[in-house]
């Protein structure tokens, strides 16, 4: 199921808006210490964890690109402790998920992409999620219970779960017929999607063939 790429594009994109305005986002939810601490020990405050869950983030994702699993596992579960209402947890959570399937250890990736789902902010890390849950499952001959998963909101994601969708019902039940109409509502929905995106989706039609003509019913003979 090659539809990584787009969606690792769309995550980076969030990623970049996460770095740009996630010290923002935690000043907002600490705003509550205000009447306990003072307002300026308050701003001194959220200053300090905003540029910490920043800090972490960066290190975690370092160092799961340096291949150091079990230190980048320790690493998110440290944030998603410290900050689990931000933004940064959700992003963890996937990262963990990630490491935890290349160590083969598909439960923790499940585990850490359920959490995610139910509590990641903001929508687009549990639409992300539900994407890599889904396909998790289609390995796992789950097919019902994946494409459920992959009901409801979409976001932004619409043309990537469709296409998803349409990958479970061909590889994982064996149904071109609807395969090949998620595809085309993947198509439909993917105009401002990257080149890549669009050459792929065609690419899976292309293999699908040409859908069989339904033989149209006879006339009655007359008698």
């Given at each position: 199921m090659?539809?990584y790429?787009?969606?690792?594009?769309?995550?980076e994109?969030?990623?970049?808006?996460?770095?740009?305005?996630g010290?923002a986002?935690?000043?907002?939810l600490?705003?509550?210490?205000?009447?306990?601490?003072?307002?300026?020990?308050?701003?001194?405050y959220?200053a300090?964890?905003?540029?910490?869950?920043?800090?972490?983030y960066?290190q975690l994702?370092a160092?799961?690109?340096?291949?150091?699993?079990?230190?980048?596992?320790?690493?998110?579960?440290?944030?998603?402790?410290?900050?689990?209402?931000?933004?940064?947890?959700?992003?963890?959570?996937?990262?963990?998920?990630?490491?935890a399937?290349?160590?083969?250890d598909?439960?923790?990736?499940?585990t850490?992409?359920?959490?995610?789902?139910d509590?990641?902010?903001?929508?687009?890390?549990?639409q992300?999620?539900?994407i890599?849950?889904?396909?998790?499952?289609?390995?796992?001959?789950?097919?019902?219970?994946?494409?459920?998963?992959?009901?409801?909101?979409?976001?932004?994601?619409t043309?990537l779960?469709?296409e998803?969708?349409g990958?479970?019902?061909l590889?994982?039940?064996?149904?071109?017929?609807?395969?090949r109409?998620?595809y085309?509502r993947?198509t439909a929905?993917?105009?401002?999607?990257?080149?890549?995106?669009r050459?792929?989706?065609?690419?899976?039609?292309?293999?699908?063939?040409?859908?069989e003509?339904?033989p149209?019913?006879?006339?009655?003979k007359e008698?």
């Amino acid at each position: 199921m090659n539809t990584y790429e787009s969606e690792q594009e769309q995550l980076e994109a969030l990623q970049k808006w996460w770095k740009e305005n996630g010290r923002a986002v935690i000043a907002g939810l600490l705003i509550g210490a205000v009447a306990i601490i003072g307002w300026t020990s308050w701003r001194v405050y959220t200053a300090q964890q905003a540029e910490n869950a920043s800090l972490q983030y960066e290190q975690l994702v370092a160092t799961a690109k340096r291949n150091q699993q079990e230190k980048a596992i320790e690493q998110g579960e440290r944030l998603i402790e410290e900050f689990p209402g931000s933004g940064y947890a959700g992003l963890a959570s996937l990262v963990i998920a990630k490491v935890a399937f290349q160590q083969d250890d598909v439960e923790k990736a499940k585990t850490y992409l359920r959490w995610a789902i139910d509590q990641g902010e903001p929508v687009a890390i549990k639409q992300i999620a539900r994407i890599r849950l889904a396909r998790l499952l289609a390995d796992e001959k789950k097919g019902e219970e994946a494409i459920t998963l992959l009901n409801g909101d979409t976001g932004e994601f619409t043309s990537l779960y469709e296409e998803v969708r349409g990958d479970i019902l061909l590889l994982g039940q064996d149904n071109p017929a609807d395969a090949r109409a998620a595809y085309e509502r993947s198509t439909a929905m993917s105009i401002l999607s990257s080149g890549q995106s669009r050459s792929r989706l065609q690419t899976k039609l292309n293999d699908l063939g040409n859908p069989e003509a339904i033989p149209e019913p006879e006339e009655p003979k007359e008698e």
